[in-house]
């Protein structure tokens, strides 16, 4: 069925270290694979994306790495700042009576320690 | 200028009454979702609406009905309201289906 795991749940990290948060889904067909974080209070916000038609996507400190045969991708966080710290959640998308709907992982917390 | 919006931010009501969430995009898509976030931050959809239309609902029981007057507002209404309905409810919108979405502040659902 559609699931989407992702680990760890939580993570500790000092600041300036780097943080990795890995996913994988079991739907072969899924396409887009966002990366979402959320501060306490907040809704989720969408900070990267990838699709199925490449393997790496970066944007300044944060990137996503997309292995389509091993179904699973990957957040990156470089040199990671205290306001780093929040709740990420990774999505797949799966085709589901014709439409695309977003799964979502469980949520890793990451705290980064100044 | 905000992109997503909900209200009420907070909602406290007792078992049994019938309550509404409102949401509203400014961002001109055409798609959107109502999402709920349990104790454990589990996010699961409930519901999404494409051009006013109901695309998917997610074995949601029917005391939750969603209303979409345009394609900017989508309501959420909840009859006979149940202790587990207590959760943060989500409003997203993306441009088409498949897209990338965006989420609302919440509302945050107490049932005593």
């Known amino acids: 069925g559609e699931n989407v795991e992702q680990h760890p749940s939580t993570l500790s990290v000092q600041e300036g270290d780097s943080a990795v948060i890995k996913c994988t889904y079991s739907?072969?067909?899924?396409?887009?694979f966002p990366w979402y974080k959320q501060e306490l209070g907040k809704g989720p916000q969408l900070i990267i994306d990838?699709?199925?038609?490449?393997g790496e996507k970066k944007d300044q400190r944060i990137a996503v790495t997309l292995n389509k045969t091993a179904k699973h991708f990957s957040l990156h966080i470089t040199e990671t700042q205290p306001e780093d710290s929040a709740v990420y959640f990774c999505?797949?998308?799966?085709?589901?009576?014709?439409?695309?709907?977003?799964?979502f992982g469980a949520g890793t917390r990451l705290a980064v320690h100044p | 200028d905000t992109a997503v919006s909900q209200t009420p931010k907070y909602l406290v009501t007792q078992m049994g009454n019938d309550k509404s969430i409102k949401c509203e995009q400014n961002?001109?898509?055409?798609?959107m979702y109502w999402y709920k976030q349990d104790s454990k931050k589990f996010l699961k959809i409930m519901f999404s609406?494409?051009?006013?239309?109901?695309?998917i609902n997610e074995t949601v029981p029917n005391r939750f009905s969603p209303k979409s007057p345009d394609k900017a507002h989508l309501n959420l209404h909840i009859n006979s309201l149940e202790l587990g309905d207590s959760a943060v409810y989500f409003c997203?919108?993306?441009?088409?289906?498949?897209?990338?979405?965006?989420f609302g502040p919440g509302t945050r659902l107490t049932v005593t």
């Open positions: 997203a919108s993306s441009p088409g289906m498949g897209e990338e979405q965006y």
């Open positions: 961002l001109g898509h055409d798609t």
């Open positions: 739907d072969s067909a899924s396409n887009y």
């Open positions: 609406y494409n051009n006013k239309e109901l695309i």
């Open positions: 999505a797949a998308s799966l085709l589901s009576g014709g439409y695309n709907k977003l799964i």
């Open positions: 990838i699709r199925s038609n490449v």
